[in-house]
């Protein structure tokens, strides 16, 4: 609707190309990650290797000059043919810092070597144990010495920190109690984390879904100025339009999920035939899936629509937290109805229903939880008063 003639064809033509390179991906080698933990490196490859994780770096830096949009469909339709997006997805949005706040030294450094994936900039370190959804509330510190800042603090739920060779990391430089706004004070720092490796504590997570989320802690790491993205105590700021980047994309792995709830539940429920007649004649069956389908499509609509705003440089924080909301629950809704669907399959690893429910639940909590969407909207959309 929004989206006119050719960059529509252009779509079509990604969906059909990465359709195509999760054929060599089924869904027996996403199970044999899961069984193992294992990060799915041979996939990220093919996706480095195919460009299909620079699309949103402009071609002056290597890239493909697309937008958010296109890339939403990219992880999208990694997630209908029953991967998982996640593991490569923060290569493509992370550096938008980089790209929209850093000076051009850092770009021409950065932006290539990131786009051939010869850098991996896969890990953003933000969430923190003491601070949670409270952002602003972080304790990490960067403390100016001479020409370096030195670091020490922990963070939390820092995924793919061991595949990547740069994290893009939020920490204050100004103390709490010597900010007038809390949003001030913060500040965003690309850290080599090769070179600080002797410096950085990473400890895995184990978590019900195959995901190489991790707790770091960070002493005296050093990262010299010229790694400051942006302005000193501006960094909040900074991470914002990345963050409804972040919302959009996520949004489209987890409508990604939904599809495929809906195409595997529509299979089953047409051939699985229990009192004479395929379950799916049953309205019980029937009526949930057919609810599910239409919450998903107008999901995908609220994604478009963010996207579009977001690529036309427009104000889209309103849209990119609903998206998020909008696309995780009609999700997750829509695994509930195609494991119930299944009956006791469901249940069993090899129809990989289990798997697919495990990891659709995580988009109701990250990047932001729902229930903050929707404090954002309270307050912010219908200015109601402020709940926290
Ligand atoms: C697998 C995984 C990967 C992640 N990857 C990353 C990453 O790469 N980088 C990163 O920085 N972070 C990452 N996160 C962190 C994620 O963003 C946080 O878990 C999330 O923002 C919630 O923070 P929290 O877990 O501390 O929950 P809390 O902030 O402790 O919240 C707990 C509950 O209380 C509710 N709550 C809290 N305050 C309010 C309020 N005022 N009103 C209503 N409800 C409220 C929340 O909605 C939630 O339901 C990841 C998390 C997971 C699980």
Not at 110 to 124: D, H, M, N, S, V
């Amino acid at each position: 609707m929004f989206i006119d003639k050719e960059r529509q064809e252009n779509i079509e033509a990604i969906r059909a190309g990465i359709r195509q390179l999760c054929k060599d991906f089924p869904e027996s080698y996403w199970q044999e990650k899961d069984k193992q933990s294992a990060y799915p490196e041979e996939f990220i490859q093919a996706l480095t290797k195919e460009g299909w994780l620079s699309v949103m770096i402009p071609e002056e830096y290597g890239g493909a000059g697309l937008g958010v949009l296109e890339a939403s469909v990219i992880l999208e339709e990694i997630n209908r043919s029953g991967g998982n997006a996640g593991a490569g997805h923060a290569q493509m949005y992370t550096m938008g810092a980089i790209l929209r706040h850093g000076n051009e030294d850092q770009k021409q450094q950065y932006l290539p070597k990131i786009a051939t994936g010869e850098l991996r900039l896969q890990a953003f370190g933000v969430t923190e144990p003491n601070a949670g959804s409270d952002t602003t509330n972080l304790d990490t510190m960067a403390v100016k010495k001479g020409n370096k800042y030195i670091v020490n603090g922990q963070k939390i739920w820092i995924s793919r920190s061991q595949q990547s060779d740069l994290m893009l990391l939020l920490a204050r430089t100004t103390p709490k109690k010597d900010v007038k706004k809390k949003t001030d004070g913060l500040s965003t720092f690309l850290l080599d984390m090769n070179d600080q490796k002797d410096n950085i504590t990473i400890n895995p997570i184990d978590t019900m879904i195959n995901h190489s989320t991790t707790e770091i802690f960070l002493e005296n790491v050093e990262i010299p100025e010229e790694n400051l993205i942006g302005v000193e105590g501006k960094g909040f700021k900074n991470i914002l339009s990345g963050m409804n980047a972040e919302r959009i994309l996520i949004a489209s792995e987890s409508i990604g999920d939904g599809k495929y709830f809906i195409d595997k539940g529509t299979t089953y429920a047409n051939e699985r035939v229990i009192f004479n007649r395929p379950i799916g004649q049953n309205q019980g069956v029937q009526f949930p899936l057919a609810t599910s389908y239409m919450n998903i499509e107008s999901a995908a609509l609220m994604r478009d629509k963010a996207a579009i705003l977001f690529d036309n440089g427009d104000t889209s924080g309103n849209e990119a937290n609903m998206c998020k909301y909008l696309s995780s629950e009609a999700t997750w809704e829509a695994a509930n109805n195609t494991m119930d669907l299944h009956g006791g399959y469901g249940l069993a690893k090899e129809y990989h229903i289990e798997r697919k429910f495990r990891e659709a639940r995580l988009y109701k909590v990250a990047p932001i939880t729902n229930n903050l969407i929707v404090t954002h909207i309270g307050q912010h959309v219908l200015g109601l008063p402020r709940s926290f």
